[in-house]
């Protein structure tokens, strides 16, 4: 399995980013796969961001991106995340995450990152 994850950049306070996820290699149906998208900032650990379970198409985001932050499947084995009012807290390394599952949004494959950096 290869989780790809492309999109991030600089971009200032207020703006708009849209990070984007190609899975391969996947042994079971896309649908039937957790895609989720995680982020770890400089000190911290990696805390999840958002998940949508491909089976039910249920979403669940943090708090912190709540009505900001939107996850969709936008075409076969894509997974993308809209970044809208985007913060400097939103500053991160932001990771593509799958796991086959039904409900367990913990994923078993993680792809290799993409930097976000929200400055003015």
């Known amino acids: 399995v290869r989780l790809v994850e492309s999109g991030g950049g600089l971009v200032q306070p207020g703006g708009s980013l849209r990070l984007s996820c190609v899975a391969s290699?996947?042994?079971?149906?896309?649908?039937?796969?957790?895609m989720s998208w995680y982020r770890q900032a400089p000190g911290k650990e990696r805390e999840l961001v958002a998940y949508?379970?491909?089976?039910?198409?249920?979403t669940r985001y943090a708090d912190s991106v709540k009505d900001r932050f939107h996850i969709s499947r936008d075409n076969p084995n894509n997974t993308s995340l809209q970044m809208n009012a985007l913060k400097p807290e939103d500053t991160a390394v932001y990771y593509c995450?799958?796991?086959?599952?039904?409900?367990?949004?913990?994923?078993?494959?993680w792809g290799q990152g993409t930097q976000v950096t929200v400055s003015s």
């Open positions: 290699g996947l042994p079971r149906k896309f649908d039937e796969y957790v």
């Open positions: 995450g799958a796991r086959h599952s039904s409900y367990n949004y913990v994923p078993d494959h």
């Open positions: 949508n379970i491909g089976v039910s198409g249920k």
